[in-house]
């Protein structure tokens, strides 16, 4: 029994992928937005939840959520896919484009999902440099695509954990040089400066996926997205499995898209508080990056990064330890929070290295 009863191991995924939670005043390791949703969200979500049928199963298709998203971002529902988070969206993309004998492109450091979850679905990983500023290195996408001959090119821009978004001109150099789908990975596309939405089509072979978890306020919800070719969403959709997208979650995604307005102001008020702890940062001991996300990326110069991470804990401030990630030797990642939570940060941060 106890065999049957061993999972199947072979290319080490036992440890999973974490991110520790201790219990803080100031929370600011997880990306998350630090403002909640607009009360008139909450009450219109809880109106409509009455006039759910519990009974029943939910949209198979999810069409009034795909045809909201669709019409934000000026594309037909049948361009849209919805699933539980973007990492399920990410992990459907793999299950129908990856598997074994294909392969996926990632270029590190990077967001570890991308490796973890082919991995999973038992797709090999190539794995390229980046440059000395983390952005893309375009003669990377080439080597990927000469030695492995990808049949997905990740690309995450902004990228997680170093922050730098990808200019337009290197999205369109990768299409040009990927032989497979590029998958543009916008979980922080709000915050900067362009989208790769302008380039989808249903000739080209990209997808964008985007998340409600930060700038929409619903990491609880679970919920994410991909917008691309036709013909990917219908393969897509004969992997998902059947009623994979709540009533509740397709209800709430809808009715969260009235609210651009409000969400547009978070955003810009993130964007503020980014460049004022960024500012912050420069002051002190730390070497840091700029970041087009709503996180900073910093290394500590006076003492390791574990030790501030843990000093920091005992003040009740809590960010990511990221020093273990490809090339973050000794790297902190710092979420943007409210104004009060950044100055706490700051003032936690000095004190330790002032130590």
């Known amino acids: 029994m106890s065999n049957l009863l061993s999972p199947n191991d072979e290319q080490g995924l036992s440890s999973g992928y974490h991110s520790p939670q201790v219990t803080v005043d100031v929370r600011l390791n997880t990306n998350e937005s630090p403002y909640p949703p607009p009360r008139a969200f909450v009450h219109a979500l809880a109106t409509e939840l009455a006039e759910v049928a519990f009974n029943r199963y939910p949209d198979r298709d999810a069409r009034e959520l795909r045809a909201a998203l669709g019409r934000l971002h000026g594309v037909g529902p049948e361009q849209v896919f919805v699933a539980n988070g973007s990492n399920e969206v990410l992990q459907t993309l793999l299950l129908t484009y990856g598997g074994p004998g294909r392969r996926a492109a990632v270029f590190e450091p990077t967001y570890a999902l991308h490796s973890h979850l082919s991995r999973l679905t038992r797709t090999g990983v190539w794995v390229g440099d980046r440059q000395p500023d983390f952005h893309l290195d375009l003669g990377e996408v080439k080597r990927a695509a000469a030695e492995a001959d990808p049949a997905i090119t990740f690309v995450c821009s902004p990228n997680n954990p170093t922050g730098g978004a990808e200019p337009r001109a290197v999205v369109e150099e990768v299409l040009d040089l990927a032989p497979g789908l590029v998958v543009v990975d916008e979980a922080y596309g709000q915050f900067a400066p362009w989208s790769a939405l302008e380039l989808v089509g ?74 004022r702890v960024h500012d912050g940062l420069e002051k002190l001991a730390v070497e840091t990056w700029p970041s087009d996300a709503n996180f900073l990326l910093f290394r500590p110069t006076t003492r390791k990064g574990r030790e501030v991470w843990a000093a920091l804990v005992q003040r009740s401030v809590l960010v990511r330890d990221v020093g273990d990630w490809p090339r973050l030797s000794g790297c902190l990642r710092v979420t943007v929070g409210t104004p009060a939570e950044n100055d706490a940060f700051l003032g936690a941060l000095s004190e330790v290295l002032d130590r």
């Open 202 to 275: 249903n000739d080209v072979g990209l997808v964008v996926v985007r998340t409600y978890s930060k700038t929409w306020s619903m990491a609880a919800t679970r919920l994410g997205y991909l917008v691309g070719p036709a013909a990917v969403i219908t393969e897509l959709e004969h992997r998902v499995l059947p009623y994979h997208l709540d009533a509740v979650k397709q209800a709430a995604g809808r009715l969260a898209l009235r609210f651009t307005t409000e969400m547009e102001a978070r955003v810009a008020a993130v964007k503020d508080e980014r460049s």
